[in-house]
């Protein structure tokens, strides 16, 4: 499913990256198509225990690929993969709860998982687990928190996260109002080709000065995303 695209205007751009990510992101499997797997030897190493072929296996069953689309047998093996500590099938669960596919809808199931992984440095469920606290499902409603997953993600470089956090400190929702912090995050999220962002920046510069989008752009100029589970050095803390 497409996320939604709504016209643009000055007073809506800070809300528009958040409504076009409220369908949540299945993360892709790092495995080969359906023709090149042998889907026997595949599902025996699953029965072994191998949390990468439970995984694989479940993304194949949620995609259809080498075997009949199953949903349900697709959350059998990833909560199998997902119980072992695998970041990847502990989002792609947690999305199953969010969506009601597989299982019964169940937003706090979802939060749980997603917590799981993005406590494992997993940027998708650090965005996924913000969008859960921004709208209050699963959780109380909570705009800081929000802001402290997405800045998880964002120091990894994940645009979507990266499109929200600028809209965060446009709206002064959960931060403090900041447009070149704005600027900052939606510059970053449109390099990665986010297109919401790229017009939001447009249109925030119609509010801001010549030195005000030099500071932002020399802010953005200077991030370095991080790996995942990359620490941060001792009496430091993540760019704002």
């Known amino acids: 499913m497409e996320n939604p695209r709504f016209p643009v205007s000055l007073f809506t751009a800070s809300v528009l990256c958040l409504l076009a990510v409220l369908v949540l992101t299945l993360a892709s499997a790092p495995c080969a198509k359906g023709s090149d797997i042998d889907i026997s030897e ?5 029965m072994q225990g191998d949390a990468d072929a439970q995984f694989n296996l479940g993304h194949m069953y949620a995609k259809g690929e080498g075997v009949s689309k199953n949903a349900t047998e697709a959350v059998k093996w990833w909560r199998m993969a997902a119980e072992q500590g695998f970041a990847i099938a502990q989002n792609s669960l ?3 709860y969010d969506r009601g596919i597989g299982v019964p809808k169940d937003a706090t199931e979802a939060v ?3 917590r799981k992984a993005a406590e494992q440095g997993d940027a998708d469920a650090q965005f ?3 969008l859960m606290y921004y709208k209050g499902e699963g959780v109380p409603k909570n705009a800081a ?3 402290k997953w997405w800045r998880k993600a964002v120091e990894q470089g ?6 929200n956090l600028g809209a965060m400190y446009h709206r002064g929702e959960g931060v403090s109002k900041d447009n070149v912090q704005a600027y900052k995050w939606w510059n970053l999220a449109a390099a990665g080709g986010d297109e919401l962002a790229a017009e939001n920046r447009r249109l925030l510069e119609r509010e801001m000065t010549p030195a005000q ?3 932002a752009q020399r802010l953005s100029d200077q991030f370095v995303p991080r790996k995942a589970g990359a620490e941060t050095t001792p009496g430091t803390s993540p760019s704002p």
Request: hydrophobic share 60%; aromatic share 8%.
């Open 94 to 96: 947690g999305l199953m």
């Open 112 to 114: 749980k998982w997603f």
């Open 145 to 147: 928190e929000a802001v």
């Open 128 to 130: 996924n687990l913000g």
């Open 213 to 215: 989008i030099a500071e």
């Open 42 to 46: 595949l599902k025996a190493r699953a």
């Open 158 to 163: 994940n645009a979507i996260a990266q499109c």
